[in-house]
C-alpha cells in the first residue's frame, strides 16, 4: 500500500507541473521496485520528475484512486487542503491543493487538470 500511495502522490506532483519532453533523465532512486529520476527544465528552477514502477492494479483501479478528490488529504503525503474545483465527466476534473513545506520554505498550491 505504501508503494501505491508513494506513486500516486508522484503522479499528481507530476500532473501538476507541466514539463515537456526530457532526454537527459537522471537515476536519484532505485528502491523496492520503483526508479525516481529527475531532469533539468530549460529556463526553470524546478527540476522535473519521472518515477517509474510497476503494481498489480488494473488502470481504472489507479484512477479511482487519483480521481476521489474528497480523500487526497487522507494518504497524500503533506497535502494540507484538496477541493473540487470542477468535474467536466466521470473522466474529468480540476482540482486545487495546498502542499505543506517545511520552514523555510512557504507552502505551495497549484490547480491540476486531470483526464
Same mark, same amino acid.
Given at each position: ?18 514539463v515537456? !519532453?526530457? $532526454?537527459?533523465?537522471?537515476?536519484? #532512486?532505485?528502491?523496492?521496485? @520503483?526508479?525516481?529520476? &529527475?531532469?533539468?527544465v ?29 480523500? !487526497?488529504? $487522507?494518504?497524500?503525503?503533506h497535502l #494540507?487542503?484538496?477541493y473540487? @474545483?470542477?468535474?467536466v &465527466?466521470?473522466?474529468?476534473?480540476y ?21
Open positions: 500500500m505504501k508503494r501505491k500511495i508513494f506513486f500516486i502522490t508522484l503522479m499528481m506532483i507530476v500532473q501538476a507541473i507541466s515537456s !519532453a526530457q $532526454e537527459d533523465w537522471k537515476l536519484q #532512486k532505485d528502491k523496492d521496485g @520503483i526508479q525516481v529520476y &529527475s531532469a533539468q530549460p529556463d526553470s528552477k524546478i527540476r522535473a520528475i519521472k518515477v517509474v514502477a510497476n503494481y498489480d492494479a488494473s488502470p481504472e483501479e489507479v484512477a479511482d484512486i487519483v480521481m476521489d478528490i474528497n480523500t !487526497a488529504t $487522507e494518504w497524500v503525503s #494540507k487542503s484538496c473540487l @474545483i470542477k468535474r &465527466s466521470q473522466n474529468e476534473l482540482y486545487y491543493a495546498e502542499v505543506n513545506l517545511p520552514w523555510p520554505a512557504s507552502n505551495r498550491d497549484f490547480v491540476a487538470h486531470l483526464t
